[in-house]
């Protein structure tokens, strides 16, 4: 496939906007993006052009990213570069660069971030007492913090992330 992808670094310039359609929910929001260089008269880093991009993500994506991202928090992401022209009739062209996101993540080299893992489609959709996931998933994930341990005390799942093998959580 001749795809475009690109990882883009900068800052959320527009609060992002949520929607949800018939084929499924969608953020969009704009990204800055200023390139630094070395200015070499003044000896310090100066800021050049900024480019802006709209990025969309859909699904998950977008509900992860609705519920993470505030304006000028500065991001990484991934995904395909679509550029568009348009006639404006006035004879002018006009062109919008926009990012079809795979992956948007916070810039961990400018400030630190929590992860909070989210539930799974099958963690959502079944009773409480997991009783209708089946029966490798309910041993896998038990809580650890409801008394859910595989062999030797070892919780069988840390924050829903299965812990394989009888290794120690905290060590790994």
């Known amino acids: 496939m001749n795809e475009t992808l690109v990882t883009v670094v900068g800052n959320v310039a527009t609060a992002p906007v949520f929607r949800e359609f018939g084929t499924g929910r969608v953020i969009r929001f704009r990204l800055a993006v200023t390139s630094r260089y070395w200015d070499r008269t003044g000896g310090a880093w100066a800021d050049g052009h900024t480019n802006f991009f709209t990025v969309c993500a859909w699904r998950a994506l977008a509900e992860n ?8 928090e500065p991001v990484v992401v991934q995904g395909r570069l679509k550029v568009r022209q348009d006639d404006r009739g006035d004879g ?14 916070h810039d961990l080299s400018r400030g630190t971030s929590t992860f909070h893992r989210t539930r799974t ?52």
């Open 65 to 72: 990213a609705m519920a993470s991202l505030s304006v000028g």
């Open 121 to 172: 489609a099958v963690q959502r959709g079944g009773p409480a007492d997991g009783a209708g996931e089946p029966a490798a998933v309910r041993s896998r994930t038990a809580d650890p913090w409801d008394g859910g341990t595989v062999a030797g005390g070892v919780p069988a799942a840390v924050d829903g992330v299965p812990v394989g093998g009888g290794l120690d959580p905290l060590a790994v």
């Open 92 to 105: 002018k062209q006009w062109f919008a660069a926009e990012i079809d996101a795979s992956a948007i993540g």
